[in-house]
């Protein structure tokens, strides 16, 4: 009787220590595919984020403005350039017109030939009439007046074209499945578990 009773208890235990097994391996299986898609997510948004960052096009932009150039410690003055395109006050303000034309909503829209074409015109007619009344406070030399034009031109143009005909929006959707597509496949196949041991 008495080895009844411990062969019954060893038989629960052995039973619960299986069934906590099983709970165990079920468990980090969804802790694992939760994570697995938790990194891809993360990874997805970085990418986006980081083709969407237009801060340091910005940040190059205004340093072209005052004839600047990146160097170990930071921004400094090109010892080639003698006088800067504009001052600092010019540079401050032609940035923040910019600005107005270039952002993440912008790329994300879904513009036509014909909207970029008037975007670019009110754009033109705007600089021309600035730089016209504001050279002098500004800084800026006459003779350079359409290179300074022409580098906010295209800035501007660069991001308008991302959101011709849906562009940008099309692109990190079909980068988003491209990677999708590609972690599936690149997977381990996962082996079959009985109580915690591998099943052929």
Not at 77 to 102: E, F, H, T, W
Not at 169 to 174: C, E, H
């Amino acid at each position: 009787m008495f080895e009844k009773r411990e062969q019954s208890m060893q038989d629960r235990m052995m039973k619960k220590e299986v069934d906590m097994n099983r709970e165990q391996n079920a468990f980090n299986q969804i802790s694992d595919d939760d994570a697995v898609y938790l990194h891809e997510r993360e990874a997805k948004a970085d990418l986006t984020r980081w083709q969407q960052d237009l801060a340091d096009e910005l940040e190059e932009l205004r340093h072209d403005f005052l004839g600047e150039i990146l160097i170990e410690n930071g921004w400094k003055s090109d010892p080639k350039i003698k006088i800067p395109l504009m001052n600092k006050v010019g540079a401050y303000k032609l940035i923040a017109l910019v600005r107005q034309y270039i952002g993440r909503n912008l790329m994300m829209s879904n513009y036509n030939e014909e909207r970029i074409f008037s975007v670019m015109r009110c754009l033109g007619v705007t600089l021309v009439t600035t730089l016209g009344s504001s050279y002098d406070a500004y800084g800026i030399n006459p003779i350079d007046l359409k290179m300074v034009k022409l580098m906010i031109m295209d800035k501007v143009e660069q991001t308008h074209l991302r959101a011709l005909n849906n562009g940008e929006r099309r692109y990190l959707n079909t980068i988003a499945k491209r990677v999708e597509a590609f972690t599936e496949h690149t997977e381990p196949q996962k082996k079959k578990k009985l109580f915690g041991f591998p099943v052929e």
